[in-house]
């Protein structure tokens, strides 16, 4: 008796990975690990120092912390006296940028701080830098205009601003630090899916957004910073030492606004 003919999985199609591009698949002659690999969809957008071609197949797009605790007029921040208008400078940019990006099917990735609500996987030096004095509003309390818990995982101020909105076809995570990549699931995500290439938005520059660039250009990224899409209520000499640390150490500096034009001269032609 053929056993093979018994095994209802033998004549079935089957795919089993993350995403096509990592996917083992399985028919009647057996298993194949062969990877079909996505062709090459090459882009090119000019930086602070050259033409710079990527690959859209490879090429996510990470907005950093665009959510109700630093952006909305009645977050976290705002009740501690941040400026808004700093934090929602990239709104609008973002608006027109990101469905652009969509249309060409690369993926963006919304990165937020999620906390745990006990606390228990923040450092001493977290905690302090977030409340700073006994009657402050620490991570993962209430602010005096309660919308729930400080930037705790699945609450108000970890969400989205309203302003702008995910996509089905969207990936969220969640950090716990100002860097992206520590205590989550972001660099076997981005590995698994076969990402070369980073973009960055959001805010704030010198902080999260930086943070997050950093270790990624250390994990062997690509990392290419929009500056037009990124904003920070520091001072402007600042934001000046970050594009220039990017750009001679991390990667390169760029605009939403050339990507943006890029985009739509690919899009116009497909």
Avoid at 95 to 111: C, D, F, N, S, Y
């Amino acid at each position: 008796m053929n056993r093979k003919s018994l095994d209802p999985l033998a004549t079935a199609t089957a795919s089993f990975g993350p995403v096509p591009s990592n996917a083992w698949q399985r028919d009647a002659e057996g298993i194949s690990l062969v990877r079909q690999l996505e062709p090459a969809r090459p882009l090119r957008i000019g930086t602070d120092a050259s033409t710079l071609e990527i690959d859209l197949a490879r090429s996510l797009l990470i907005v950093v912390d665009m959510q109700n605790d630093f952006c909305h007029p009645q977050g976290w921040f705002a009740q501690k006296g941040v400026s808004m208008r700093a934090t929602r400078r990239p709104i609008p940019i973002l608006q027109q940028l990101l469905p652009a990006w969509r249309q060409t099917g690369a993926k963006v990735l919304w990165l937020n701080w999620g906390i745990r609500q006990d606390l228990l996987n923040l450092p001493a030096t977290v905690h302090f830098k977030g409340k700073r004095t006994a009657d402050g509003v620490g991570y993962g309390e209430p602010s005096p205009v309660d919308h729930g818990r400080s930037v705790v995982q699945g609450e108000w101020g970890a969400q989205i601003i309203a302003d702008l909105q995910a996509a089905p076809s969207d990936i969220q995570v969640s950090k716990h630090r100002l860097s992206g990549f520590w205590d989550n699931e972001l660099d076997s995500l981005l590995r698994a899916s076969g990402i070369t290439t980073l973009l960055f938005a959001g805010i704030n520059t010198d902080r999260c957004v930086f943070s997050t660039l950093q270790d990624a250009a250390f994990l062997g990224y690509d990392c290419i910073l929009l500056k037009d899409a990124c904003s920070t209520p520091s001072p402007a000499y600042v934001t000046r030492a970050i594009h220039f640390l990017v750009e001679q150490c991390h990667g390169f500096v760029a605009t939403a606004a050339a990507l943006q034009q890029s985009l739509a001269s690919r899009n116009q032609e497909s």
